[in-house]
């Protein structure tokens, strides 16, 4: 994981505001401004505490925040973290390779009719994709095929 990652003030404040109301434990929170809505790095294991019975913590959050609230597990190996985070997309193959600059880059191949959901609405799902490998994993470009 890329160390030195900062965490504003209201990033705290919502990530004490998610433990309290879900019991999860936060990794990360991430708040964008520009799509409303509040990223949530959750420790292994964690998501479904986090989303709460029939997602009422979610609904919960979203009340009080007035922000849409997605939560991503975390997972130490790049592979895996890029595949929790395109779901529900099913992701068919994941390729990381570092380049002869030593950029690392990956390529994901979802299933064809998941491809709409793993780009997602103007290219938001491909967008958050590619801001977390690059801050946890420093992989600088991300392609969905």
Do not use: W
């Amino acid at each position: 994981m890329t160390t030195g990652i900062k965490i504003t003030c209201d990033e705290m404040r919502y990530i004490a505001l998610f433990e309290s109301i879900s019991g999860a434990s936060v990794k990360d929170c991430i708040i964008d401004e520009e799509q409303e809505r509040a990223i949530f790095i959750v420790n292994q294991g964690q998501v479904g505490v986090a989303i709460g019975k029939g997602g009422r913590n979610i609904h919960t959050l979203e009340r009080m925040t007035g922000k849409k609230h997605e939560i991503i597990e975390y997972s130490e190996d790049p592979v895996t973290f890029m595949k929790n985070a395109l779901k529900p997309a099913t992701v068919r193959e994941i390729r990381v390779s570092e380049r002869t600059d030593g950029k690392k880059m990956a390529v994901i191949t979802v299933n064809p009719k998941d491809k709409g959901v793993a780009i997602g609405k103007n290219g938001k799902n491909a967008e958050r994709l590619r801001f977390l490998a690059k801050r946890y994993f420093d992989i600088q470009n991300v392609s969905i095929t």
